[in-house]
């Protein structure tokens, strides 16, 4: 991760959910993930998953890496920042 995203979060700690975070720190763990396998990973429902997805995007925290297909859809695979 680059110095900056860093710098950049821990500025924008405070302003972020307590879901928003969860989220944020699981792609951060795991890497470039899909709204599916961010739900499989934190135990979340997608339904919660893809809204946290749009406001991390928002704030400039999260951005689309690649499209990729699961179960014959195409799917986003996010990254951090």
Do not use: C, F, H
Request: proline letters at 4%; aromatic letters at 6%; zero cysteines.
């Amino acid at each position: 991760m680059q110095q900056t995203s860093i710098i950049a979060y821990l500025q924008l700690q405070p302003e972020l959910s307590t879901r928003q975070e969860q989220i944020y720190k699981t792609l951060q763990k795991i890497g470039v993930a899909t709204n599916k396998d961010l739900s499989n990973n934190t135990g979340l429902p997608i339904n919660s998953i893809t809204p946290r997805i749009l406001e991390l995007r928002k704030k400039g925290l999260v951005k689309a890496e690649y499209y990729t297909q699961q179960n014959g859809r195409t799917a986003i695979a996010w990254g951090i920042v």
